[in-house]
């Protein structure tokens, strides 16, 4: 692996101050900071190629098409999809779970049918299957969690049946950090002919992820949590499912024929993708995947895991200091409280250390709900942070408790 100053040189943000000190960015889980290959990616589709894809004749469309459809290919080899049919492109993994929640609930769902998702799950793999569930008069199951924060397996094996339609999980949770075992929650879903749905927002940039091999039916990301550019992001499906499922927006570029009495639509994936996607964006999700091959995936997960324990060790041994999700299967975050601190103040007096860390419920109100808190503080490493900030941290927090005792 790339010696860890090499790795720091190129996220030209890494090198910057705050409050006259230097940054400690540990708010990876929200959004990864960006490496100038990337910034480089999207910056040359402006100043050189840019042009609206699929729709010119001229040299200009044709490259910006080219490069689009190259980091399509990126992409798919990247979580080894078999066709390129079966990546689109979306605004994120909020677009994407959205637009698969409509489309699903349009095609297949009645009333009575039932959904199946996770405590541990992100508002947006909740509230577009509530809306969904809402329109079709069907009802969402839920996997309850344990202490640790991890899903009971046993509860969810009883909660498959006859009625469910579709499983929606995530990879990982982004308020506790724990990995879910979606291999077995794949399988059990299977073996009753239900589809599942991997949310791998916190998954995608932690580790390899194979579709494949896990044999999700719907796997999606965003690409600014992967060191990639905002406003981009991944929705994979079978091919399949996305050839029977209806597109989830019209507009331009979604279309065959156009007649007021009636519209065909494209052939896959442009079917789901209406009107001008964001072409710059998508190129530098390519870049970005790159970067991260070229560091070595198992290199970046070996360092995260290092990081994780690191952490681990210097916050539990903070007096007073509770961590959230203590699962031995986790992605390198940690949600954490301090006693008589709220972590608002907490997450203040850091920031003005130079220290930023995400408070609150992390859009997951019902895991806060589940312990009884209505929040934590969390510190979301990633493979370009050291352990040097992590001291920097734990002595934070010290000072935190000092101004508060
Ligand atoms: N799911 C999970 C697990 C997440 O962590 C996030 C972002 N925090 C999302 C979904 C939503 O991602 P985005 O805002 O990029 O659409």
Redesign the pocket.
């Given at each position: 692996m790339k010696d860890i100053a090499e790795i720091r040189a190129d996220f030209p943000i890494l090198n910057r101050k705050v409050y006259d000190k230097p940054l400690v960015y540990f708010d990876n889980?929200?959004t990864t900071q960006k490496p100038q290959c990337v910034l480089d990616a999207v910056d040359e589709v402006y100043k050189s190629y840019n042009g609206n894809i699929h729709r010119g004749v001229h040299f200009l469309s044709d490259m910006s098409s080219e490069s689009y459809e190259k980091s399509r290919e990126k992409i798919r080899a990247f979580i080894n999809a078999d066709k390129r049919e079966e990546i689109v492109f979306t605004s994120?993994?909020?677009?994407s779970i959205n637009g698969i929640a409509f489309s699903f609930g349009e095609r297949y769902i009645k009333p009575g049918d039932e959904i199946i998702l996770s405590c541990l799950e992100?508002h947006?793999?909740i509230v577009p299957w509530q809306m969904m569930c809402e329109r079709k008069g069907a009802v969402l199951c839920v996997i309850p969690i344990n202490d640790n924060g991890e899903i009971i397996l046993e509860e969810y094996y009883k909660l498959l049946s006859s009625r469910t339609r579709l499983v929606s999980v995530?990879e990982a949770s982004?308020a506790l950090g724990t990995v879910l075992p979606v291999k077995e929650i794949i399988d059990a879903a299977h073996s009753v002919n239900v589809p599942v749905l991997i949310?791998g927002?916190?998954g995608i940039q932690h580790g390899i992820v194979d579709v494949k091999t896990m044999d999700c039916d719907f796997y999606v990301f965003?690409g600014?949590?992967i060191y990639g550019p905002n406003g981009i992001?991944v929705l994979y499906g079978k091919e399949k499912w996305l050839s029977e499922l209806p597109p989830f927006q019209g507009g331009g570029d979604m279309v065959d024929k156009v007649t007021f009495e009636k519209t065909t639509y494209n052939e896959l994936p442009f079917k789901f993708e209406a009107g001008t996607m964001n072409y710059p964006a998508a190129i530098g999700l390519a870049s970005a995947l790159d970067y991260v091959l070229n560091i070595g995936r198992e290199d970046i997960a070996m360092r995260e895991k290092e990081l994780l324990s690191y952490a681990t060790d210097r916050l539990s041994a903070i007096k007073g200091l509770k961590i959230y999700g203590t699962s031995e299967s986790k992605i390198s975050t940690i949600s954490f409280h301090i006693k008589d601190i709220h972590q608002y103040d907490t997450g203040m007096i850091l920031d003005k250390m130079g220290i930023a860390v995400r408070t609150g419920n992390h859009?997951a109100q019902p895991v806060m709900d589940r312990f009884g808190i209505d929040g934590t503080v969390r510190a979301s490493l990633c493979f370009y942070n050291t352990k040097e900030e992590i001291d920097t941290l734990a002595d934070g927090i010290e000072k935190v408790k000092s101004m508060f005792a």
């Amino acid at each position: 692996m790339k010696d860890i100053a090499e790795i720091r040189a190129d996220f030209p943000i890494l090198n910057r101050k705050v409050y006259d000190k230097p940054l400690v960015y540990f708010d990876n889980g929200a959004t990864t900071q960006k490496p100038q290959c990337v910034l480089d990616a999207v910056d040359e589709v402006y100043k050189s190629y840019n042009g609206n894809i699929h729709r010119g004749v001229h040299f200009l469309s044709d490259m910006s098409s080219e490069s689009y459809e190259k980091s399509r290919e990126k992409i798919r080899a990247f979580i080894n999809a078999d066709k390129r049919e079966e990546i689109v492109f979306t605004s994120g993994t909020t677009g994407s779970i959205n637009g698969i929640a409509f489309s699903f609930g349009e095609r297949y769902i009645k009333p009575g049918d039932e959904i199946i998702l996770s405590c541990l799950e992100h508002h947006a793999n909740i509230v577009p299957w509530q809306m969904m569930c809402e329109r079709k008069g069907a009802v969402l199951c839920v996997i309850p969690i344990n202490d640790n924060g991890e899903i009971i397996l046993e509860e969810y094996y009883k909660l498959l049946s006859s009625r469910t339609r579709l499983v929606s999980v995530t990879e990982a949770s982004n308020a506790l950090g724990t990995v879910l075992p979606v291999k077995e929650i794949i399988d059990a879903a299977h073996s009753v002919n239900v589809p599942v749905l991997i949310d791998g927002a916190q998954g995608i940039q932690h580790g390899i992820v194979d579709v494949k091999t896990m044999d999700c039916d719907f796997y999606v990301f965003s690409g600014h949590k992967i060191y990639g550019p905002n406003g981009i992001g991944v929705l994979y499906g079978k091919e399949k499912w996305l050839s029977e499922l209806p597109p989830f927006q019209g507009g331009g570029d979604m279309v065959d024929k156009v007649t007021f009495e009636k519209t065909t639509y494209n052939e896959l994936p442009f079917k789901f993708e209406a009107g001008t996607m964001n072409y710059p964006a998508a190129i530098g999700l390519a870049s970005a995947l790159d970067y991260v091959l070229n560091i070595g995936r198992e290199d970046i997960a070996m360092r995260e895991k290092e990081l994780l324990s690191y952490a681990t060790d210097r916050l539990s041994a903070i007096k007073g200091l509770k961590i959230y999700g203590t699962s031995e299967s986790k992605i390198s975050t940690i949600s954490f409280h301090i006693k008589d601190i709220h972590q608002y103040d907490t997450g203040m007096i850091l920031d003005k250390m130079g220290i930023a860390v995400r408070t609150g419920n992390h859009c997951a109100q019902p895991v806060m709900d589940r312990f009884g808190i209505d929040g934590t503080v969390r510190a979301s490493l990633c493979f370009y942070n050291t352990k040097e900030e992590i001291d920097t941290l734990a002595d934070g927090i010290e000072k935190v408790k000092s101004m508060f005792a």
